[in-house]
C-alpha cells in the first residue's frame, strides 16, 4: 500500500468551480510532486516543492495553483479548468528532491482521476 | 530526440517466455536511473534501480550501457501478473536545482496464458 495519500481519489467539476486536491505524506520526505497523466501517456511533471519551496514549476497555467502548508501535506489548488485537463493527477515524493540527489526514488500516491464537464 | 525512449509495444509473450525492453537516454550526463510499473489506472510504483554494474531481483535483471545510453529490463518466467506498462525513469541533465525525474512512454507487456 502506497504512503503517500490522496484525496478525493475522484472528482468530477465544471468549468467555472474552485476545487482542491490534497495530497499526505508522514515518510519524512522533504520533496514533493504534482504529476499529471494522461492516457496511454506518461506522467508529465507539474511541480516540485523542496523543503516547503517551490522548486519547480513546468510552466503550467495559473489555473493550477499549488500549495505546501508544510513538509508532510502538499495541495493543488483547481479553478477555471477546461474540460482538456481531465486527467489522473498524481502526487508523489522523495526523501530529497530527485534529480538532484543520485538514485533519489519517487514514491506515489494513488491518484485523483479528474474529470471536468 | 526525445529525452527518454522506448518501444511502445505492446509485448504479446506467452507465460513463462522470457522478454527484454530497451530504453536510450540523451543526456550522457544523467546519474539515476529506474525502472517503474504501471497498472492500467493505478499508480507507477519503483520496480527497481539501475546501477552501472547491473543488478537483478528475482526473476528481474537491469543493465546499464553507459557507452551506448540505454537501459535495459529482462523478465525471465514471465507471469500473467507481469502484464503491465513498465515505465523508464532517468534524470536529465542541466541545473541541480531544477532537476526532476523524466519518464519514458512506457513499454506495454501483455502476458498471455
Known amino acids: 500500500d502506497t504512503e503517500v495519500t490522496q484525496t478525493p481519489k475522484h472528482l468530477v467539476m465544471g468549468m467555472t468551480n474552485k476545487k482542491s486536491l490534497k495530497c499526505e505524506q508522514h515518510m519524512g520526505h522533504r520533496a514533493m510532486y504534482w504529476y499529471k497523466q494522461k492516457a496511454k501517456k506518461p506522467p508529465e511533471l507539474m511541480f516540485v516543492y523542496s523543503y516547503e519551496k517551490l522548486s519547480i514549476n513546468e510552466s503550467v497555467p495559473s489555473r493550477f495553483s499549488p500549495e505546501c502548508p508544510n513538509s508532510s501535506l502538499l495541495n493543488l489548488h483547481l479553478h477555471a479548468l477546461q474540460p482538456e485537463d481531465s486527467a489522473l493527477y498524481l502526487c508523489?515524493?522523495?526523501?530529497?528532491?530527485?534529480?538532484?540527489?543520485?538514485?533519489?526514488?519517487?514514491?506515489f500516491g494513488s491518484g485523483t482521476q479528474l474529470s471536468v464537464l | 530526440r526525445k529525452e527518454v525512449e522506448q518501444d511502445p509495444g505492446p509485448f504479446n509473450v506467452p507465460e513463462g517466455a522470457t522478454v527484454a525492453f530497451n530504453c536510450t537516454y540523451s543526456n550522457s550526463a544523467s546519474q539515476s536511473f529506474f525502472w517503474y510499473r504501471q497498472d492500467c489506472r493505478k499508480e507507477p510504483k519503483l520496480l527497481m534501480s539501475v546501477y552501472s554494474s547491473g543488478n537483478e531481483d528475482g526473476r528481474f535483471t537491469a543493465q546499464l550501457n553507459r557507452a551506448s545510453q540505454y537501459i535495459s529490463l529482462l523478465i525471465r518466467d514471465s507471469k500473467l501478473s507481469d502484464s503491465a506498462t513498465y515505465l523508464c525513469v532517468v534524470t536529465p541533465g542541466g541545473d541541480p536545482g531544477r532537476r526532476a525525474l523524466t519518464f519514458g512512454s512506457g513499454t506495454r507487456l501483455q502476458v498471455q496464458p
Open positions: 508523489a515524493s522523495s526523501q530529497e528532491q530527485a534529480g538532484s540527489v543520485t538514485n533519489e526514488k519517487l514514491f
